[in-house]
């Protein structure tokens, strides 16, 4: 019994032992691989750290640049030289009708931000764990790293080109058009059509420009969508009816051309329901190669001779044609003075850029304007459409005149016309204080009657100017003290003292010199 409580005692002792030898043994395998992780960890280290920390690592590039051994400040410099050229890049648009092309600086080329990228750039392999340096640097031993440019397109550049140089490379669609017979009118249906899709062509570009671009010239496909016209058969299908119509007459010369030009623009034009046209910008502008010839015009009360001159009175004409199909008026002016072709406040004067008369139509269906000169030399216009107002109702409108200033007569030197002549310039007229006044009435009877519109015209005084030429002492006086006095009697009494005055001048000279 007591020998085997002894071999008992032994075996826990032997099994301690051994348990002891063995933990002793983990510890030292322990120590060993510590130490052995310790010296990989302290080889790693001592890779990682030989790198510059300012200096971007070998073999990293920014989209075809590379940028091997810059320092964050180099490489954004070169950058932006790099990004010089690729604004010359070119772009080719192919479509079924052609080509065009553009350069990436004319599509508002931009990339990512350059500090961001050189910053990504210099970080490389330089950031995180020892062992997670380690492995980019030493993965740049075997291939480059490539830090991907991000590039986008000025949207409005963009378009602003496809508009111009792309838009003609794809067949649009045609509104259908009207046109007026002798006895109807002839209907040409629409045509559906394709318009370029600039945000789809735009994101082509760029799908391409962020996909392993090599930054050379490249093509890409114009993307387009479907168009439908505006204006259809259907629409015009409703214009059978004159809703007002009015015409002056054309009279002659230089003058005619331009009123025959300026109608031939409007002639045709249709009006979708709350479309408004402009006549300035319809018939403008008024130079030699749209058309125009100069002829008389107002200018600061005077006529003058100016290029387009008469175009009024085809916005006139029109005016009223408009008033009688009672279409909505959103801007109309008076002349300065008062015109020869209506009475005061039946006209609507255009000028350049700040006089325009434009109108809406404001019927829920199409309107179509009619215009020419006819075989009478009317300037006529007529506004066809579908009438809806009702039956038997008519409108009129009355020009009345509330207050007149006559004009006057001014006098003038003129140093460079002989003494003892005179002459007439400028284009008098009285000063013209008007309004129009439309009268509604129904089967005949008038129901209302409101002003429509008030008017102003500025008076133009006659301008007689007394030639001063070649007179001197006492008569050269004369003249101008009576000019200054602005007396008819004292000034024609000057005028007849320098004319005698000269007559003898000549007779006396005649015979010295004889």
Request: charged share 25%.
């Amino acid at each position: 019994m007591a020998t085997r409580k002894r071999s008992l005692r032994e075996t826990k002792r032997m099994t301690r032992r051994r348990q002891k030898q063995m933990r002793l043994l983990i510890m030292a395998a322990a120590g060993l691989v510590l130490i052995a992780l310790l010296g990989v960890y302290m080889h790693f280290r001592n890779y990682v750290n030989k790198v510059d920390p300012d200096v971007i690592c070998d073999n990293v590039w920014i989209g075809a640049q590379d940028v091997s051994g810059m320092t964050a400040k180099e490489a954004s410099a070169s950058l932006e030289e790099h990004a010089a050229s690729d604004g010359a890049v070119t772009v080719t648009l192919t479509a079924e009708n052609g080509s065009a092309q553009a350069t990436l600086s004319e599509l508002g080329l931009s990339a990512s931000d350059v500090e961001k990228l050189t910053e990504e750039a210099v970080n490389y392999g330089k950031t995180g764990s020892v062992f997670f340096r380690y492995r980019q640097q030493k993965g740049l031993e075997k291939e480059k790293y490539v830090i991907r440019e991000k590039f986008s397109l000025d949207a409005e550049q963009t378009e602003a080109v496809l508009n111009e140089r792309a838009a003609s490379l794809v067949q649009g669609a045609v509104d259908a058009s009207i046109q007026k017979t002798a006895t109807s009118f002839e209907i040409t249906p629409e045509q559906e059509g394709k318009t370029v899709d600039v945000e789809a062509t735009m994101d082509a570009v760029t799908d391409h420009l962020n996909d392993q671009w090599e930054h050379e010239d490249f093509t890409v496909e114009l993307q387009t969508k479907k168009e439908k016209p505006q204006i259809t058969e259907e629409d015009l299908s409703s214009i059978q009816d004159e809703l007002g119509s009015f015409w002056t007459n054309a009279g002659g010369g230089e003058r005619w051309q331009n009123l025959k030009n300026g109608v031939d623009k409007l002639n045709g034009k249709i009006l979708m329901p709350g479309e408004t046209l402009s006549v300035g910008q319809i018939t403008g502008p008024f130079t030699p190669e749209n058309g125009y010839v100069e002829a008389g015009a107002y200018e600061n009360g005077q006529v003058v001779s100016d290029y387009g001159g008469g175009i009024c009175q085809v916005s006139t004409t029109l005016y009223n044609a408009v008033i009688y199909a009672e279409l909505e008026v959103v801007e109309r002016s008076p002349h300065s003075m008062t015109v020869a072709y209506v009475k005061p406040s039946r006209d609507a004067a255009i000028a350049g850029d700040y006089l325009d008369f434009k109108f809406k139509n404001s019927y829920d269906t199409p309107i179509y304007i009619y215009g020419e000169i006819n075989d009478s030399n009317q300037l006529q216009f007529i506004i066809y459409g579908k009438e809806t107002r009702p039956e038997g109702r008519t409108v009129e409108y009355e020009s009345e005149t509330i207050s007149t200033e006559p004009y006057g007569t001014v006098y003038k030197e003129n140093s460079e016309l002989a003494a003892g002549t005179t002459q007439e310039t400028g284009s008098p007229h009285d000063g013209v204080e008007a309004q129009l006044w439309k009268i509604v009435y129904e089967n005949g009877e008038e129901v209302s009657r409101e002003v429509f519109n008030t008017s102003h015209y500025e008076k133009s005084d006659q301008i007689i100017e007394v030639g001063t030429a070649s007179a001197s002492g006492d008569v050269l006086k004369a003249l101008q003290d009576a000019i200054a006095s602005q007396d008819q009697a004292k000034i024609n009494a000057a005028v007849s003292q320098a004319a005698s005055a000269g007559g003898q001048s000549q007779q006396e000279q005649t015979q010295t010199e004889g």
